[in-house]
Nanobody, 123 residues
């Protein structure tokens, strides 16, 4: 069983930065692809970013490309999302996900999910 716990959300002004972190239980963390998703009120959950097992490949939604960076530390079992130049439209609950399939971890069909952390960007 894999458990994911997000942290680092909060309220920030437009143009500011936040770092989200996802702590993953289990000794097989390095075998999982990891992803970040977000869900704004009244909207469907959407893909934000994903990373392969060793951090060598990353994937981003067009809406965050150039502003967000995903990274992982396999020694600490964590995956981070560094968010810069935040906009009000980035306001959402951000969740991390894990799957052994890179295809699934880029969609809402990923196997394991965290509970999410709220990010609010004020204008």
């Amino acid at each position: 069983q894999v458990q994911l716990v997000e942290s680092g959300g909060g309220v920030v002004q437009a143009g500011g930065s936040l770092r989200l972190s996802c702590a993953v239980s289990g000794r097989t963390f390095s075998t999982y692809y990891m992803g970040w998703f977000r869900q704004a009120p009244g909207k469907e959950r959407e893909f934000v970013a994903a990373i392969n097992w060793n951090g060598g490949s990353t994937y981003y939604a067009d809406s965050v490309k150039g502003r967000f960076t995903i990274s992982r530390d396999n020694a600490k079992n964590t995956v981070d999302l560094h968010m810069n130049s935040l906009r009000p439209e980035d306001t959402a609950v951000y969740s991390c996900a894990a799957d052994r399939s890179i295809l699934k971890v880029r969609t809402t069909t990923a196997r394991y999910w965290g509970q999410g952390t709220q990010v609010t960007v004020s204008s």
